[in-house]
């Protein structure tokens, strides 16, 4: 089976509009939670999310490609734009199309265009919806939308596993190249979760935090909403070795698990397992991971359960690995976390710099690792993970080295 590398990446963030500029942010500590913008916030008890400001739809679609487009599509396919832009690569080739693969993940779909269209008809009592409603919520759209814009026409569909949905898509997407069914693959996540309805339903859970996202930190009161896309371009090596692509890491493994237990509290266990399947497929050791980019969401079952899970799988090397969560900086963006996690990941190999886990005040007792807190880290990092553990005990991981290695 080839070895698989990265060779774009793009990225609409809290952080940034691009993927240099959130990298960027993530290394400078910026946090972008704030009082939510976009939607009115008097009814809701937390009014704070990480939002992307600045995004102009109007600068990148023409009217009737708009019309076409849920704010979740339009993350995903800018964010594609700029990741196929940097592979150099022309997808709409009769030679490269039919080997191109598209898989994208999110956990909710079109959820503005859901959250509308009930407006109209519960609220203004308007039993007309806009004609292109369910082509704009179906949680393919994005997948579909980059395959026309770019002229893919290999395998082309969509993941949705609440928060491991982005990890769930490019593990995906590695598995159909290193299969053979595929030499490229666009793949990564995207989510505008950002709603009225949507803010409401999390509250209604009780693991949204008041102040602000604090993972792993003893002060820590839940999670901060997010939103944005991550999409990237994944390459069989001996193909980007063959145009002389320039090679941004390697995608060394994946692993996936299920607790097979409670719906919404997570399981050391599985995510240990998941953590052991992606070291063991990548042919890395423990001791060869140098930085983790943790689910991390900052509430008080997720953190202390990822830290033991982090112990389980890499046993005495746990106290000498750094573990960040980002979503302290943008939040936690459900379907799209892991993809614009994974740029962290490729910052952290490419630049040997460890992001921060800001707003961290007091450590947590049973939270007993490195969380690089509060300011990035310069060091090298030869391998690293990226985490997604879901609701539902779904669990994702990434093992990615240096390149080269």
């Excluded at 203004?124 to 994005?142: D, K, W, Y």
């Excluded at 839940?222 to 939103?227: C, H, K, M």
């Excluded at 460890?354 to 030869?382: G, H, K, Q, S």
Aim: proline fraction near 5%; aromatic fraction near 4%; include cysteine.
């Amino acid at each position: 089976m080839p070895r698989v590398v990265v060779t774009g990446m793009g990225s609409i963030s809290p952080l940034g509009l691009n993927a240099r500029d959130t990298w960027k942010a993530m290394c400078e500590g910026v946090c972008a939670i704030a009082p939510i913008e976009s939607i009115p916030r008097d009814t809701l008890r937390f009014g704070i999310a990480a939002e992307v400001h600045d995004f102009d739809p109007q600068a990148h679609f023409d009217p009737k490609r708009l019309i076409l487009l849920d704010r979740f599509s339009q993350f995903a396919l800018v964010a594609a734009a700029e990741a196929i832009a940097q592979s150099g690569l022309a997808l709409d080739s009769p030679e490269l199309s039919p080997r191109t693969a598209c898989v994208i993940g999110t956990g909710i779909g079109g959820e503005l265009t859901h959250d509308e269209s009930a407006r109209r008809m519960y609220a203004e009592g308007n039993p007309r919806l806009h004609p292109l409603t369910i082509v704009r919520l179906m949680a393919n759209a994005p997948s579909s939308q980059i395959s026309m814009a770019f002229g893919v026409r290999g395998p082309a569909y969509a993941v949705s596993s609440a928060c491991a949905s982005s990890n769930h898509a490019i593990a995906q997407a590695f598995d159909l190249i290193r299969n053979g069914r595929a030499d490229v693959a666009i793949s990564g996540g995207s989510e505008a979760c950002i709603s009225l309805g949507g803010m409401r339903a999390w509250e209604a859970m009780r693991v949204l935090a008041d102040d602000t996202c604090r993972p792993f930190s003893k002060q820590r009161h839940g999670l901060v909403l997010g939103e944005g896309a991550g999409i990237f371009v994944l390459e069989a090596l001996p193909h980007a070795q063959a145009r002389g692509a320039t090679i941004l890491a390697e995608l060394a493994g994946v692993g996936q698990s299920a607790d097979a237990g409670d719906i919404v509290y997570p399981s050391a266990a599985g995510a240990a397992a998941a953590i052991r399947g992606a070291l063991d497929d990548g042919g890395l050791n423990a001791d060869q991971v140098d930085y983790i980019n943790a689910h991390g969401t900052g509430t008080l079952a997720n953190d202390c359960t990822e830290t033991r899970a982090i112990h389980l799988a890499l046993g005495s090397h746990a106290q000498r690995v750094a573990v960040s969560s980002t979503k302290s900086m943008h939040g936690h963006a459900l379907g799209a976390a892991g993809a614009i996690e994974l740029i962290a990941v490729l910052g952290a190999l490419r630049d040997g710099v460890a992001p921060p886990t800001v707003n961290f005040i007091d450590p947590d007792p049973e939270c007993d690792l490195d969380y690089v807190p509060n300011l990035a880290r310069e060091m090298p990092v030869r391998a690293a993970l990226s985490h997604s553990f879901a609701f539902g005990g779904l669990n994702a991981v990434l093992a990615l080295r240096r390149w080269p290695n």
